[in-house]
């Protein structure tokens, strides 16, 4: 059995405890990345779909998933487990885009397959109603605006840049694990988020009315 030097010793423990065949491992294991694997699917699943599908309900199809797999994943774990979770996570969610939306899911997560496999995108759609959060909530003409105007700023974005932001504000990932993601050393992900953030600032500073919702 080979561990990944990425995961918490708790992670690790409970692996332990999954190849001696525990079996009440799984469920711990699979609880302790619950809460993150939920933001995700908030995060990344399409908007179109909130209301239809119920993130518990993705979330018992990956432990399934995770359940069937988990022997393979055992013989060669060098990906960090939360990593090797999320990656299934994204699967589905790109399963149900395909499902539900067929043409109109907009080939979400193309861009990004060159650095994260199957995950949809984070998209300017997600990404603005992430950033607006609860503001002008009890106006929906200044929201629907400000939406309009954040979206198309953030367009002017590289992919990978919004997907930087979006990993390590509303994904939550440690820097090592965004490292892992984008494929490139720690050191080069922190620059990069750095760089990123710092547009964004310029971003939101430049969209009028953004600061006076706050």
Not at 26 to 53: T, Y
Not at 111 to 140: H, M
Not at 184 to 196: E, H, L, P
Request: with cysteine; charged share 30%.
């Amino acid at each position: 059995m080979v561990m990944s030097a990425n995961n918490s010793s708790r992670t690790n423990r409970l692996i332990r405890r999954v190849s001696s065949k525990d079996g009440q491992a799984p469920e711990e294991l699979f609880a302790l990345h619950h809460e993150r694997l939920r933001k995700m699917i908030h995060f990344r699943l399409d908007r179109r779909l909130r209301g239809k599908i119920r993130s518990a309900e993705i979330l018992q199809e990956v432990y399934r998933e995770a359940c069937r797999h988990i022997d393979k994943y055992l013989a060669d774990a060098e990906e960090p487990f939360f990593l090797w979770l999320r990656r299934l996570t994204g699967e589905r969610i790109q399963a149900l885009h395909r499902e539900r939306l067929g043409s109109q899911a907009d080939g979400a997560g193309q861009e990004l397959a060159l650095y994260c496999g199957a995950l949809p995108e984070a998209n300017s759609v997600s990404l603005a109603a992430q950033l607006l959060g609860n503001r002008a909530v009890n106006q929906s003409a200044v929201r629907a605006q400000l939406l309009l105007r954040l979206q198309d700023a953030l367009n002017s974005m590289a992919a990978v840049d919004r997907e930087i932001l979006s990993m390590c504000h509303f994904e939550e990932l440690r820097d090592e694990e965004v490292a892992l993601v984008l494929g490139i050393d720690k050191g080069a992900a922190a620059i990069q988020y750095i760089r990123a953030l710092k547009q964004l600032r310029e971003i939101l500073k430049n969209i009028p009315g953004f600061f006076d919702q706050l």
